[in-house]
């Protein structure tokens, strides 16, 4: 046995579509971006949705769309993955860590209210494993102190939370599709609001700083449109290059189709492991998983002996991750962390287990037939 933690579930439907951009000859920022962007947006429900080459990128656009002051502080979780937190500091703001709820291990909205003060501009919920935050909570609450949020919906795409799309609670909600997440494009990511006006300057933000498409340019070489100068285009925002390009595009609409049989997947398997190791003793479940409710990228477990059972499977080829080391202990943040007692603790105990949508049931038993020898 060889089981991979994460794997994209990639077939003919892809690569045709990846060779119909061949045909076309247009493999950068495109008309396919267009589509899958309009897509996604309905999708998820929202207004708008601008597609960047990666979550990270998504989020750092995402806080610079506010324009805050330097030095503002950004409540973020410390559970979370580096991106969250360097989307601060590229903002050249402040990260401020906020500790673990225990349950559900989302942000602990309590910890989140007792680490706000005057400098706080924006929050940043991260949907752990794909658990949603109680966004019905925590928006009130940020709205009260006038903070922006930006939802990191990296672990989760697709999810309805009481009625509504995660990623759309908030002012802004960014989404991942790189190799190990729900979908993929290799790498890639979309912004999304309801909000279009906080988007105006986005499209010129993620393309070097020009606010006109190239492939609508292109459609302006011709005799017809004489009048169009069409080489003319003016700078007035920064711009990063952070464009989606229509290779990935071309995948992306392609895997937004299979998502929803993928997900399904995923929650059967979820529902195998938390059914298949319910009596196990000295194992439970990272957090209370509600797969038939909503969508998550990863499954995991706290284990009282965690390196020793992780060793364990790998000796029988089943790879394990531990998601994540809290950010508020590691060397880049630390100067804004140590004080989050709970999660930097707890995170000891965590490991990931393989989570993907062409893992088999027998691969599954055989995961928790490993687990369960372990104790036995
Ligand atoms: C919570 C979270 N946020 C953001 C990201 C960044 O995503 P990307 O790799 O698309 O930049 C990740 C990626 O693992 C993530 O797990």
Redesign the pocket.
Known sequence: MNIRLFKPSLGSEELSAVKDAFDRSWVGLGPRVNEFEEKWAEFVGAKLAIGVN??????HLALATFRFPEGKKVLVPSL?????ASAVLYNRLIPVFVDSDPITLGMDLEDMKRKFNKDVVAVMP?H?AGHPVPMELLMPWAREYGLKVVE?C??TSGAIYKGKALGTWGDIG?Y???E??LMTTG???MMVTNEPELFKDVKAMRWVGIDKDNWKTAQTYTHKNHNALHWFYELNVLGYKYNMNDLAASIGLQQLQKLPTMNTRRSEIIHQYVDGLKDVEGVKPLLPYEPYNYVY?MFGIRAQKRDELMIHLKSHGIATGC??TPLSLQPLFKEWGGNCPYIEQEANRFITLPLHADLTDEEVNYIIEKIVQFKS
């Open positions: 990666s979550a990270t990128a998504a989020l979370t993955f580096s991106a969250t991260v752990y990191d990296a672990h960014c991942s599709f790189e190990k997440k790498d890639g990511g990228q998601h994540y």
